[in-house]
């Protein structure tokens, strides 16, 4: 979110940040307000007209204190590379910049269907599972923006079923199941270390067979925003290398 308000906004009417954003460096020049737990005085302090969050960021609860305390808040979620898109438009609409927003995100639509294209046809999707976290093991869900990504280019999620959770915690087994053919979370010696000597059997799936692991920059994939056609081009070069 932070990353496409630099990309839509004038940034002068930016007033602060969360610890967590770190793009563009002009973000650094903001101060730091702390979301975990939510620093409801400096908030007051700074006056913002408006907050801008993501789903699953800013828990409903605060929402609602925040909206008590006369300070409105505007949630985005994103499924699909569209709803990036979608949502830059929107705080274009919001925030008086509809040009800004409708230019960039036409531009990205322009080149993600040019990316997509060249894997309109693929016979035989590749299947690919991203870690996030790895003790317990949690992945990008069915439900994610990731999905979408790996569908544009031609693969897709080695997890089909659609959990409650975007990022769903799996066991060994199910995994096992999954087989995937590439595996995002870490290079193979990293993962080596601190995946796999936790979970030896897991080296029976393809991915490790056919050395088919990846390291892939996290705030660049995990991030909806301006830079999604960059994350399509990482993503692009790990299905074929």
Not at 78 to 83: A, G, I, N, S
Request: aromatic share 10%; glycine share 4%; proline share 7%.
């Amino acid at each position: 979110m932070t990353e496409m308000l630099y990309a839509i906004l004038d940034t002068s009417t930016i007033i602060a940040r969360t610890p967590n954003d770190d793009y563009p460096a002009a973000v650094y020049t903001k101060p730091v307000v702390n979301n975990y737990p939510v620093d409801y005085e400096q908030i007051l302090l700074l006056k913002p007209d408006l907050i801008f969050t993501v789903e699953g960021i800013t828990p409903l609860d605060v929402a609602e204190r925040l909206k008590e305390l006369g300070v409105p808040v505007y949630y985005q979620k994103y499924r699909t590379v569209e709803d990036v898109f979608t949502g830059m438009e929107d705080i274009g609409k919001i925030m008086g910049r509809e040009q800004q927003a409708t230019q960039l995100a036409d531009s990205l639509r322009k080149e993600v269907a040019s990316i997509a294209r060249k894997y309109k046809n693929v016979a035989q999707p590749q299947q690919v599972l991203a870690i996030t976290w790895k003790d317990p093991i949690y992945v990008y869900g069915q439900n994610t923006i990731f999905s979408d990504k790996l569908k544009i280019l031609g693969a897709e999620n080695a997890v089909k079923e659609v959990f409650e959770q975007p990022y769903p915690a799996l066991t060994r087994e199910y995994i096992l199941k999954l087989n995937p053919d590439v595996l995002l979370g870490g290079s193979k010696e990293k993962l080596e270390k601190e995946f796999f000597n936790l979970y030896p059997e897991l080296r029976k799936v393809k991915a490790y067979q056919n050395n088919r692991i990846y390291d892939p920059t996290d705030n660049l994939q995990s991030r909806p925003g301006p830079r999604v056609v960059e994350s399509l081009r990482e993503l692009e070069g790990f299905l074929y290398p």
